[in-house]
């Protein structure tokens, strides 16, 4: 006798791979793409009862969106479906890839002309403002996903992550050729809402993979970031195995998090990134100092500070943009907190674009920035959505 599958026992509406592909197709014949797409393996999400449709490019095999069909009723998601927009652009880039040959191996890229920029606003605004291939590399820590109060701010982890997609999306349009998204990420831990109930720790970092991947990075380097030990032990993860010991309550302390490394795709190697910069004299002046990070595991005390809950150390901000980019770039971080990316920048002579939605966080980036850059530089940054930087206060 045949176990009935997941969709069976919930009595989905959509209860197969092929009746998914079929709901799919109808879909992408309303918005007149059905003969420019073909399909991925179809999965089915029974945590938030949706099927997911990859839609793969038929020139090179890429995945270039999805299709998310409700399970229950079999109607399509269209505000998580990738827009019929943004599959017409994936699609003529990707068609436009394949002639990749005819372009001259000698050819450079332009130095970025964005000024120091600050941004109050929601990072997905914001970033359709800047020019396409105007940033040089991304770093940033996105906000966690209802792991305390003061985020609980997504009804549900499927609508966070499509948050992130979009960013990421909007990211990848304006990053350079070949250039590198640095994201640092962790598991987070959902605390039990009573004491019969049991608590859920979710594994974000390999959701956020699975993004960078279908959104056009390819994956490079995982980096282990370690803290003290001890540093774990405020989120109560342990107390109990340490107790009593009993077998099976063993939880391990979390005292690391990942930085997850991705590269803009490129069929060029980075190499040439090196040797078609315009300005070789700043490649060498680039040069990376003794005592860099030889392993893929670095030990960082954890940082703390009154304005913000969960920044993250500038030495980690330092050691990335040293690793990951050229003096004079530009490294926008599009959930820049209290500023601690633009601040690493401006010591290590990059250009920096940070871009906060809480305008408590913005206010308080301004009036850090003056401690980072002279008068004139302070002057010369270009604000949106912000108040002009008073430097009347600066020392001259």
């Given at each position: 006798m045949r176990t009935a599958t997941v969709a069976q026992r919930r009595r989905y509406g959509v209860l197969?791979?092929?009746?998914?592909?079929?709901?799919?197709?109808?879909?992408?014949?309303q918005i007149g793409l059905a003969e420019a797409v073909s399909f991925g393996l179809p999965e089915i999400d029974d945590r938030y009862h949706i099927w997911r449709v990859p839609l793969v490019s038929k020139g090179p095999r890429e995945v270039v969106g999805e299709v998310v069909i409700d399970a229950r009723t079999s109607l399509v998601h269209e505000?998580?479906?990738?827009s019929k927009h943004v599959l017409e652009q994936r699609l003529l880039r990707r068609k436009g890839e394949t002639s990749r040959k005819s372009r001259p191996r000698n050819k450079r890229y332009r130095l970025s002309a964005l000024r120091n920029t600050i941004a109050c606003g929601d990072a997905e605004e914001i970033l359709q403002q800047l020019p396409e291939e105007s940033v040089d590399l991304v770093f940033t820590s996105p906000p966690y996903y209802n792991a305390r109060p003061e985020y609980a701010e997504y009804i549900t982890y499927e609508e966070?992550?499509?948050?992130?997609?979009?960013?990421?999306?909007l990211c990848h349009r304006v990053?350079?050729?070949?250039?590198?998204?640095?994201?640092?990420?962790?598991?987070?831990?959902?605390?039990r809402a009573s004491r019969s109930a049991s608590s859920k720790r979710i594994a974000v970092p390999f959701d956020m993979h699975r993004l960078f991947v279908e959104e056009g990075f390819d994956f490079i380097d995982d980096i282990i970031w370690e803290k003290p030990e001890?540093?774990?032990?405020?989120?109560?993860?342990?107390?109990r195995f340490a107790a009593?010991?009993?077998?099976?309550?063993?939880?391990?302390?979390?005292?690391?998090?990942?930085?997850?490394?991705?590269?803009?795709?490129?069929?060029?190697?980075?190499?040439?990134?090196?040797?078609?910069?315009?300005?070789?004299?700043?490649?060498?002046?680039?040069?990376?100092?003794?005592?860099?990070?030889?392993t893929n595991v670095w030990r960082i005390k954890p940082a703390h500070d009154k304005k913000h809950p969960a920044v993250f150390p500038e030495e980690l901000a330092t050691k990335v943009i040293t690793y990951y980019s050229f003096v004079g770039d530009v490294v926008l971080d599009p959930f820049a907190g209290v500023g601690t990316v633009g601040r690493a920048a401006a010591k290590l002579n990059r250009r920096f674009v940070l871009i906060e939605i809480n305008p408590e966080y913005t206010q308080e980036i301004l009036r850090r920035a003056k401690?980072?850059?002279?008068?004139?530089?302070?002057?010369?940054?270009?604000?949106?959505?912000?108040?002009?930087?008073?430097?009347?206060?600066?020392?001259l």
């Open positions: 197969t791979v092929e009746h998914a592909r079929a709901v799919a197709t109808t879909y992408l014949e505000d998580k479906t990738t966070y992550l499509l948050k992130m997609r979009k960013v990421i999306q990053l350079n050729e070949g250039r590198f998204f640095v994201m640092n990420v962790s598991p987070i831990l959902i605390r001890g540093a774990g032990w405020a989120t109560g993860r342990g107390r009593d010991r009993t077998p099976l309550q063993y939880k391990p302390v979390p005292v690391t998090e990942y930085l997850l490394v991705y590269r803009k795709h490129t069929e060029r190697l980075i190499d040439w990134n090196i040797r078609a910069h315009p300005k070789p004299e700043l490649v060498r002046a680039s040069k990376v100092p003794d005592g860099y990070e030889r401690t980072w850059l002279s008068k004139d530089e302070v002057q010369d940054v270009f604000l949106i959505n912000c108040p002009p930087i008073s430097v009347d206060d600066m020392l």
